[in-house]
């Protein structure tokens, strides 16, 4: 079946240092989703990617996909201590008329103040 | 804005037992899901629901697993004997109209299933 993976499993930064995330599917994706859950939390959705090379900014949070739509990345700049939790991507992968989320281990983000 | 609202927050059940969870979608998604999450780990698609009937499951949604929607509002997911590996954090999420794959899907506080 589909997989979808992302590394760094976890990542500690000094508060102000840039984070990324990177996100790698085994299959194309008619799109990618990305969910940040904060300890104790449920997954809030963030954003999606839907076109070939699509680049998405939200404040200091730049989404990127890939070309080839396998691959995505999550880039934070500039990290404060709010940013702290744990970034999923998902991608689709229902057959048919609807679909299901596939989602990646996800990344846990510590960020030291 | 509206909320997937999720009842029981917590759950404790003697393995064996039948326990039902609860949900509220969005009141005017008509795509429903569940979803686990076991402690530390990734979150997992149990089943999507559509037109009162369901339109995909996974491994995991074997025949201990049941879902329905009793009425217009509420969709529950039922676990006839439960194990002790059915412990996790379930969340129900709920999309909107246009039954493609671009719809954004909104989840629930979940419930924290506890297995004794």
């Known amino acids: 079946g589909q997989q979808v993976m992302q590394i760094p499993q976890y990542q500690h930064v000094q508060e102000g240092e840039d984070f990324t995330t990177y996100c790698n599917s085994s299959?194309?994706?008619?799109?990618i989703q990305w969910y940040k859950q904060r300890p104790g939390g449920h997954p809030v959705f963030l954003i999606q990617?839907?076109?070939?090379?699509e680049v998405k900014k939200q404040k200091r949070l730049t989404f990127q996909f890939g070309e080839a739509k396998k691959n995505s990345s999550l880039h934070i700049t500039a990290t404060q201590t709010t940013d702290v939790g744990t970034y999923f991507c998902a991608g689709p992968t229902g057959g048919g008329s609807n679909y299901k989320l596939t989602f990646g281990k996800g990344t846990l983000l510590t960020v030291n103040p | 804005e509206p909320e997937v609202t999720q009842t029981p927050s917590h759950q404790v059940t003697q393995m064996g037992q039948e326990v039902i969870l609860r949900c509220v979608p969005i009141?005017?998604?008509?795509?429903f899901y569940w979803y686990r999450q076991i402690l530390g780990q990734k979150v997992e698609f149990l089943v999507s629901?559509?037109?009162?009937?369901?339109?995909?499951k996974s491994e995991i949604f074997d025949d201990q697993f049941s879902v329905e929607r009793p009425d217009g509002s509420n969709f529950t997911l039922k676990i006839r004997s439960t194990k002790l590996e059915d412990s996790a954090m379930y969340f129900c999420?709920?999309?909107?109209?246009?039954?493609?794959?671009?719809?954004?899907?909104?989840f629930g506080d979940g419930t924290r299933l506890s297995i004794l």
């Open positions: 990617l839907v076109k070939s090379g």
């Open positions: 999420a709920s999309s909107g109209a246009g039954w493609d794959s671009n719809q954004p899907q909104h």
């Open positions: 629901f559509y037109n009162n009937e369901i339109s995909e």
């Open positions: 299959t194309t994706l008619s799109n």
């Open positions: 009141s005017n998604h008509l795509y």
